[in-house]
């Protein structure tokens, strides 16, 4: 009678090639991955990157938007830098980033974390909120601009010596009209984004600070804003690429007004190319904000370091 002998067992050696084999197979891009992909990409090189680079040319190029386009190389560059209105619009719109940043971020923090509790009611207050997110900008800005005229405003229907001020005169008052108008806007998306990561957040976490004898505000420190670190991130590039869009709410507002007290930079582009008939040097200026704004954007994701990308939770 004879017996089969066993196979022997796989060796280490054998484990760790077939181990690094299927790591191998997981990690190569798979054909129905690119196909997914493909729609998207297609969009965005028609769409994105074509313009981009049509704009890029026309940098380098004199036109007045009808007649022939003249190949100038440096001259309309040599007229984004040396213009005032160029450097004024600069600074303006780095000042409205770091002034939305600083007034958005704080009560969209506060905001997302109150609406991310368990009472019914925040779900309406939830909706209540979102709700300015859903208007156009002009019309917003139309709406604030009668509310704030001194003739038949608020002032005049009301009779509030508050709002009888000249707001959108006034080259200092129109910027805190701007900023709260922008803020009553733009904040419900953020605290949107804050509650769904709020609510992403162990209660666990929370239970063991209670036993601990942590209050409200010593778990909202310790446990919610440092949970809430690459969300922070997100939201801050978004707002900080959005701060440099804003374009047509103040051009319906203010119109860059009082003088250029509000001539943004993407204001300045619209008006030097559709107004000046100068669309050489208002795609110098599109071509600085690209520039500008990726800066920015890459600035902030270094800000969370080498791990930005990881999940919020990752080592929770």
Do not use: C
């Not at 209540?128 to 900008?137: G, M, T």
């Amino acid at each position: 009678m004879t017996t089969t002998a066993p196979s022997p067992l796989p060796s280490a050696a054998q484990d760790g090639a077939a181990s690094t084999s299927g790591r191998r197979a997981r990690d190569r891009p798979q054909l129905s991955h690119v196909l997914f992909a493909l729609p998207a990409l297609v969009m965005f090189g028609v769409f994105a990157l074509l313009p981009l680079i049509g704009v890029i040319a026309l940098s380098f190029t004199t036109w007045n938007g009808i007649g022939a386009i003249e190949f100038t190389g440096l001259t309309s560059w040599k007229e984004v830098l040396t213009r005032s209105s160029t450097w004024n619009g600069l600074v303006l719109v780095l000042l409205m980033v770091i002034a939305t940043w600083l007034t958005q971020t704080p009560l969209s923090i506060l905001l997302g974390a109150f609406l991310a509790g368990p009472q019914r009611y925040r779900n309406l207050l939830a909706v209540l909120y979102f709700l300015p997110l859903l208007l156009s900008s002009a019309a917003i800005a139309i709406t604030y601009k009668s509310l704030l005229d001194p003739n038949f405003g608020l002032a005049s229907g009301l009779n509030l010596d508050a709002f009888a001020l000249n707001w959108l005169g006034d080259t200092t008052l129109v910027w805190y009209v701007v900023l709260f108008v922008i803020a009553w806007q733009f904040i419900p998306f953020h605290t949107l984004i804050y509650q769904g990561a709020v609510r992403q957040i162990p209660q666990s976490m929370y239970e063991a600070a209670q036993i601990d004898g942590a209050g409200r505000v010593r778990q909202f420190l310790s446990i919610t804003l440092p949970q809430l670190k690459y969300t922070m991130i997100t939201s801050s590039t978004l707002m900080v690429v959005g701060a440099l869009t804003y374009f047509d709410l103040i051009f319906v507002l203010t119109q860059g007004g009082p003088g250029v007290a509000t001539r943004i930079l993407p204001l300045d582009m619209y008006l030097t190319g559709f107004r000046g008939n100068e669309m050489g040097v208002a795609s110098g200026l599109a071509v600085l904000l690209v520039v500008i704004g990726l800066g920015l954007a890459l600035g902030v994701q270094r800000l969370g370091g080498k791990d930005a990308n990881a999940s919020q939770m990752e080592g929770a």
